[in-house]
């Protein structure tokens, strides 16, 4: 039976519906707002498996290139593996769902939302949360939602709430947020150097849509929701809990708090192994050696965090706004065009810039319809930043690590009439121990001055963290440069991005309901001061753009009249191509009469753009040119002054006093220095050798 549920959005129907469509899933709804369309669905396994200590929850959101009635572009005329957009929508329906799911289920999830239709004024991603959520809630896979997400933006001091795409070309804050009805969860977006106070605002303005988008899938799981499945049993406990851990406690109270993220992990392998040891017969039982380790994990979470409340005192000896020592370097590779080394405690980037031409810009080929960008950040995750072994991939942690890095840059980075190079930055983590997408946003700025971006501010990023006593919040502490383990046992964490003047960059999970604004705008205020006190360590190593890397294109730009370009192209391009082989460059025109001249080197691009201001100038009576001697006649000498515009010098021009014949001063291929005296009537130009005038 087809059950549907709708609601007005700004003017427009948002409809629920299921029951018509993917009738065999444990859940499916359509969800449509305006001609955009998503279709998610929800699968779980038929096999639960007993004691699992996570969820096993994959979201795979896709976008199909028929919904907005285009072919896929290159050879393969088919959706292939997930473009960095989907990935991305995938990580943000992801996040704030992935806790309400029961470990306990024992059940691998799969969660599909398709974008099946999109106008072009409603963007897909925000449906496709509401619609991953709706067929969770209505399925009988057990679900502490529903969630629902909503995009925010700001402009001209006003909110706006899923801002269209044309409103979000012109807005200065747009971040997505996601929760349930009792608070939100999850934060991510990017602005141009908005204030806390700005940001605190539209997370209160999302809230109100969050609950009403939250209690509309209510009214559906009502109309069509199944009865929830059984969650596994625990069989079996732990054997001799309470001896082990009276055993363990005070012995972990300095395994924990050892210096070093080596050592630590170290110091606590050693406890367990030494404890282990005693009950190891109890403990060749899988299951019981599973409860081992989950006891020294709670152990562990349980001392750490009633340090932080109790004594102000963190597991590497900081305070709670201490940041570790920092140390910048500019430079720090011979041959690239921008390089920087930033070290943070455990954590270290390897940020590099390289400048290239119009034609390195990346072209995306979405359902939106195709664009490019001049602007690319990559990061890398090898798994020797964390002493591992394992295979060099890129993965959606990367790339979402990579997104909020280059969102926190791109505001500051120069529009393309300023700065007309296509820039990419690639972060190598060469270690990690706390927030390395920070640290790449760090170091990217510090290699983006030291290629010679001339960045418009400059930018840092700090990680933040929370750790509460309880729902009440009576103790709570915030944390300044979290490492791995405070993200991991926390409550939040939030990475932060911006300049002195304001916020650009914003990432924020949250793992507790409720959490007051009052905490919210503390912990933003403590942001602030981290992230200036970072720009004042970057500002001493470099705090604006060197002169650009002799290694790098030589790119520059001029004006012609926009009836000139046709010349300079002439007939199939025939003009440009030739000036592209003869000076060993790229050359681009746009409709506004921009030309833009990239050569490998300074001298051949000031070659070509002499030659293309020849060809586009007109010829100015009065003007010296400095023109080549192209072919010599009785009467005179045929001139080239500018790329194939020649005139005539007279026999009597070439002299003061009289001469026999002309090859008696010229030859063939001579450059000397002519002064243009007339354009006649015909167009024809009059030459006279500048010697001849001046009386050489």
Known sequence: MVQRVTKQIGGQELILETGKIGKQA?????????????????????????????????????????????????FVKREGRPKDKEILVSRLIDRPMRPLFESAFGREIQIVPTCVSIDGVNPPDILAVLAASAAVS???????????GVRVGYLDGEYILNPTYSQMEKIQLEIVVAGTKDGFTMVEGGANEVSEEVMLGALEKAQGFITEMCLLQEELVKLAGKEKLPLVAVSSVLENAEAIRAEAVPLMQEACFQKGKMARGEAV??????????????????????LFNALFDDIQYDLLRSSILEKGLRIDG??????????????VLPRPHGSALFTRGETQSLAVTTLGTAMDEQVYDDIEGDRSENFILHYNFPPYSVGEVGKLSTGRREIGHGNLARRSLAPMIPSR??????????????????????????????????????????????????????????????LSDILGEEDHLGDMDFKVAGTRDGITGFQMDIKIAGVSMDIMRRALEQARRGRNHILDIMEKCISKPQPISPYAPKIDTMKIDVDKIGA??????????????????????????????????GA??????????????????????????????????????????????HISKLSRSRIEKVTDVLHEGQVIPVKLLEVDKMGRLNLSYIDAIEGK
């Open 417 to 478: 009439s300023e700065f007309p190079y296509t820039i990419r930055v690639v972060s190598e983590i060469l270690e990690s121990n706390g927030s390395s997408s920070q640290a790449s946003t760090c170091g990217g700025c510090l290699s983006l001055l030291a290629a010679g971006v001339p960045m418009k501010k400059m930018v840092a990023g700090i990680a933040m963290g929370l750790i509460t006593d309880g729902p009440q919040y009576k103790k709570y502490a915030i």
């Open 318 to 331: 900081r305070g709670t706004e201490d940041i570790r020592p920092i140390t910048c370097e500019v430079n």
């Open 568 to 601: 300079l192209i002439g007939p199939g391009g025939k003009n440009i191509k030739a000036l592209c082989q003869q000076y060993n460059v790229t050359i681009n025109t746009d409709d506004d009469g921009t030309v833009t001249i990239y050569g490998k080197t």
């Open 269 to 290: 392998k050693a406890v367990k192994r030494q404890i282990a040891e005693k009950y190891a017969g109890q403990l060749e039982d899988e299951a019981q050696s599973r």
């Open 26 to 74: 444990n859940g499916c709804v359509y969800a449509q707002l305006g001609g955009t369309s998503v279709i998610a669905t929800v699968c779980a396994s038929s096999e639960a498996r007993e004691g699992l200590d996570f969820v096993p929850v994959t979201v795979e959101y896709n976008e199909k290139f028929y919904a907005a009635g285009k072919i896929p572009g290159g």
């Open 604 to 649: 051949s691009t000031d070659a070509a753009k002499a030659a293309v201001k020849g060809i586009c100038e007109d010829p100015e009576p009065g003007t010296i040119y400095q023109g080549t001697v192209k072919s010599i006649k009785e009467f005179g000498a045929f001139i080239e002054i500018l790329p194939g515009k020649e005139g005539l010098c």
């Open 138 to 148: 209505i399925s009988d896979i057990p679900f502490h939602g529903p969630v629902a």
